[in-house]
């Protein structure tokens, strides 16, 4: 079965960082597309960040800059890393691959919040 | 970026209606589109890519359709677990991928 589970969501408060991980199993994530997705509260689904099999990684313009992606494949886990954090950051984040279905996203994780406040 | 726009917003329906929910993008995609479900506190699922394949265990009562900007999903004998919101996404080759706002149906 082909899996994706995320954790490190919290409450933060504005200008922190946060680390979210993303742990896979069933499919390889050096070998697939692997993104980072989030939805805030009450609102749509927005494309956050990318990390290609071969290595190249591209960000939302609302996020670059700010957020990283990358993965450790030792472990098959991706990442995000997010810093300079501001309220416009509060949103579930999703995890997930490109993995069958060309460039639709056909495997997703559970997501894990992120609250940023003081 | 390609921007999505989803039509209604809202559609209220009966078990065992015919639904259609549109879905325009700002650009021609050929038919690189997909369509998601979301229940409340879930992961969205994929329904439909490129338009109109479905994914493998998704119900035949769901098909999508059109090419270049304007797309429909259609949902025919609505059950009642396909009270949700549905997205449509611009599945082009490079990012940024974007999405429609969101349709929800509910029970009229």
């Known amino acids: 079965e082909v899996q994706l589970v995320e954790s490190g969501g919290a409450l933060v408060q504005p200008g922190g960082s946060l680390r979210l991980s993303c742990a896979a199993s069933g499919l390889t994530v050096s070998h697939n597309y692997m993104s980072w997705l989030r939805q805030a509260p009450g609102k749509g689904l927005e494309w956050v960040a990318v990390?290609?099999?071969?290595?190249?990684?591209y960000y939302a313009e609302s996020v670059k800059g700010r957020f990283t992606i990358s993965r450790d494949m030792s472990n098959n886990t991706i990442y995000l890393q997010l810093n300079s954090l501001r309220a416009e950051d509060t949103a579930v984040y999703y995890c997930?691959?490109?993995?069958?279905?060309?460039?639709?996203?056909?495997?997703w994780g559970q997501g894990t919040m992120v609250t940023v406040s003081s | 970026d390609i921007q999505m726009t989803q039509s209604p917003s809202v559609v209220s329906a009966s078990v065992g209606d015919r639904v259609t929910i549109a879905c325009r993008a700002s650009?021609?995609?050929?038919?690189?589109l997909a369509w998601y479900q979301q229940k409340p506190g879930k992961a969205p699922k994929l329904l439909i890519y490129?338009?109109?394949t479905l994914e493998t265990g998704v119900p035949s009562r769901f098909s999508g359709s059109g090419s270049g900007t304007h797309f429909t999903l259609t949902i025919i004998n609505l059950q009642p677990e396909d009270f949700a919101t549905y997205y449509c996404q611009q599945a082009t080759s490079f990012p940024p991928w974007t999405f429609g706002q969101g349709t929800k149906v509910e029970i009229e």
């Open positions: 650009q021609s995609i050929d038919s690189w």
């Open positions: 490129t338009a109109s």
């Open positions: 990390l290609y099999s071969g290595g190249s990684t």
């Open positions: 997930a691959s490109q993995w069958q279905a060309g460039e639709a996203f056909d495997v």
